[in-house]
């Protein structure tokens, strides 16, 4: 019902930039909160960032100053902006969205991963 799609990922050298952009789409009434999660090999998942609809931000102590999150609720979008990149921000980043369906239920949704590698 409701589709996310990140693009954005790739390959750059520390101190490098990378833009992620995450646009859902489908049964869409309303999104709540969006956000950016990422996993490292070998690695739980965890948190990078999330944006509620009214633009209120929180940021994983690791990225914070580095990494800006933001959103187009016109366009149901969520990006992430990395600067700075790290080593140790290589990791398969996820987006995801709190959704509202047309049809009134609530759920979760993520998108399928796009792989950021930050080469030293």
């Known amino acids: 019902q409701v589709q996310l799609v990140e693009s954005g990922g790739g390959l750059v050298q520390a101190g490098g930039s990378l833009r992620l952009s995450c646009p859902a789409s489908?049964?869409?009434?309303?999104?709540?909160?969006m956000g950016w999660y990422r996993q490292a090999p070998g690695k739980q998942r965890e948190l990078v960032a999330t944006?509620?609809?009214?633009?209120?931000?929180n940021y994983a102590d690791s990225v914070k100053g580095r990494f800006t999150i933001s959103r187009d609720n016109a366009k149901n979008t969520v990006y992430l902006q990395m600067n700075s990149l790290k080593p140790e921000d290589t990791a398969v980043y996820y987006c995801?969205?709190?959704?509202?369906?047309?049809?009134?239920?609530?759920?979760?949704?993520w998108g399928q991963g796009t792989q950021v590698t930050v080469s030293s």
């Open positions: 995801n969205a709190d959704v509202q369906t047309v049809s009134g239920r609530y759920s979760r949704y």
């Open positions: 944006i509620t609809s009214a633009g209120y931000t």
């Open positions: 489908g049964s869409i009434f309303t999104i709540n909160l």
